[in-house]
C-alpha cells in the first residue's frame, strides 16, 4: 500500500494562499492522485485530483480558478496551490492515491486505496 504524507496546512487570512504538498512512497497501479477535505460533520468531498499518467486535472467547483493540483511525476510528489481562500474553505486537507477507469469516479471515495493523515488549514475572515 502507498503511504502518503501531507505537509503545508496552517492558518491565513482571507484571501491569502497555501501550498500543500504530498508525497508518496511510490506508485503501484495507481493512476490519479487527488485532494479531498473534510470539516466536522460533513462527508468528505473531492476537491482536485490529477491523473497520474496523462496529467489531466480535475476541480470541484467550489474551488475552480482559485485552485491549482500539480504533480512532480519523478519524486511521487503532488502538490495543491490554494490562492484566494475564503473562511469556506477551512477544513482538514487529506490526500489521496488510487486506481481511477472511469472519470466520473475522479472523486468517488471507495476508489481511493491509500490516504494520507491529513493537514488542517485554517482560514480567517
Known amino acids: 500500500q502507498v503511504q502518503l504524507v501531507e505537509s503545508g496546512g496552517g492558518s491565513v487570512e482571507s484571501g491569502g494562499s497555501l501550498r500543500l504538498s504530498c508525497a508518496a512512497s511510490?506508485?503501484?497501479?495507481?493512476?490519479?492522485m487527488a485532494w479531498f477535505r473534510q470539516v466536522p460533520g460533513k462527508e468528505r468531498e473531492g476537491v482536485a485530483a490529477?491523473?497520474?499518467?496523462?496529467?489531466?486535472?480535475y476541480y470541484a467547483e467550489a474551488v475552480k480558478g482559485r485552485f491549482t493540483i500539480s504533480l512532480d511525476v519523478a519524486n511521487h510528489t503532488s502538490f495543491l496551490q490554494m490562492n484566494k481562500l475564503k473562511p469556506e474553505d477551512t477544513a482538514v486537507y487529506y490526500c489521496?492515491?488510487?486506481?481511477?477507469?472511469?472519470?466520473?469516479?475522479?472523486?468517488?471515495?471507495?476508489?481511493?486505496?491509500?490516504w494520507g493523515q491529513g493537514t488542517p488549514v485554517t482560514v480567517s475572515s
Open positions: 490529477i491523473d497520474i499518467v496523462d496529467g489531466s486535472t
Open positions: 511510490g506508485y503501484y497501479g495507481e493512476t490519479v
Open positions: 489521496a492515491t488510487g486506481r481511477v477507469d472511469d472519470d466520473a469516479l475522479i472523486f468517488d471515495l471507495p476508489v481511493f486505496t491509500s
